[in-house]
């Protein structure tokens, strides 16, 4: 994301035309720094005359794509494509679209993301690696596999319904970290202990325990990254062992 602001920053002057430029510097040093809650409170405060209309636009599309927005940044990465695109490159048409998909398939509709993001790729082939393009193939497929279901929706029989949760302290105390763990919960029939975890980024499960909850497995592939852990002995003065673990 770094290198996609940058990348936009360089264009600023472009356009800064006309605008103050000190609201425009406010909000890219925000999005330079990924620090998306104060993004948040500087497109809520500064003047919007004090935008220019490529940031304006930018800045609520990763409002809601980072804070799990959709109802914000879906119609925002409309207008960006149908108003901006002459102003993004092959990398920032390329990222913009990869978020794009990411919040139509949180919104369920999967086929329009796959097929948005199948129609970019085939535009920009040719300008980008071999990795890149296996790499947003993968999304692609996920996207179309995930097309045939009708995930992430919750229904109740009657106009509202309850969800019961309790609230669980995880980590040290000093970190006031919580999680929410569901009550009475069930997969497919089968009773389940879930836990939201609100800062994963991927959840990973073993396949005989989605076997157990009868789970349909997608004609998709994804490409995860892990960390190798290597455990030191050392000695202190009095040659009790400590142990060290470096994490890579």
């Not at 009868?214 to 040659?239: C, D, F, Q």
Request: aromatic residues 10%; proline residues 3%.
């Amino acid at each position: 994301m770094k290198k996609l602001i940058l990348t936009l920053w360089i264009c600023l002057c472009s356009f800064s035309f006309g605008y103050s430029q000190s609201s425009d510097e406010k909000i890219a040093d925000a999005m330079n720094n990924s620090d998306w809650f104060a993004l948040d409170s500087l497109y809520q405060t500064e003047p919007k005359d004090s935008i220019s209309d490529f940031f304006e636009i930018f800045s609520r599309c990763l409002i809601g794509n980072r804070l799990n927005r959709p109802d914000v940044s879906i119609p925002a990465f409309t207008e960006l494509f149908n108003t901006q695109s002459e102003n993004l490159d092959f990398g920032n048409m390329l990222n913009s679209s990869m978020m794009f998909a990411m919040d139509l398939s949180r919104i369920g509709d999967n086929k329009t993301a796959a097929k948005m993001l199948s129609s970019t790729l085939d535009s920009i082939r040719t300008h980008l690696d071999s990795t890149t393009i296996a790499g947003v193939q993968q999304f692609i497929n996920q996207y179309k596999a995930l097309s045939k279901y009708d995930p992430y929706k919750i229904t109740f029989k009657n106009s509202s319904g309850t969800i019961p949760f309790k609230i669980v302290p995880v980590g040290p105390e000093k970190n006031n970290s919580v999680l929410i763990h569901l009550k009475d919960s069930y997969i497919n029939g089968v009773e389940a202990d879930i836990t939201f975890d609100t800062g994963a980024g991927v959840n990973i499960i073993s396949e005989s325990l989605a076997l157990k909850y009868n789970l349909i497995p997608l004609e998709a592939s994804s490409t995860v990254g892990g960390s190798r852990h290597t455990k030191w002995e050392i000695r202190n003065s009095k040659g009790i062992k400590n142990w060290r673990y470096d994490c890579y």
